[in-house]
């Protein structure tokens, strides 16, 4: 028995979808691949952008429960899915995978804050 492969990435598709109207991306397995390389760039420059937003969102606030915000996380948490339900018919299933991975990001940018709350001082003036 031959071992598992990774598929090859420069040679024409093995499948096509049932769907007539499915509208192919890329011709091969590598310009995909690009593509995708490609928008997590995009994604990791977004992500930094929000990364900074968070961070000066600390002098904003008074305290540890003001940092989690959970009212906050609740509102990003609904607005995320109803963005990603726009996009279910040609990913079903995506508004779980986008609230599962916001749920995971916010969490990693609340220990950030949280970690940048304490480098933080109260104005008094």
Sequence with gaps: MNPPQEPATHTPPLRRFKDPD???VAPTLAALRQRIDS???QIIGLLAQRALCVRDA???KRDAFQVAAPARQA???ARVRALAAQHEAAFPGLPDIIESTYRTLVAGYIAGEGNFFHDTELITA
Aim: glycine share 0%.
């Design 22 to 24: 499915y509208v192919e």
């Design 39 to 41: 928008l997590d760039e």
């Design 58 to 60: 600390t002098r904003f």
């Design 75 to 77: 509102e990003v948490f």
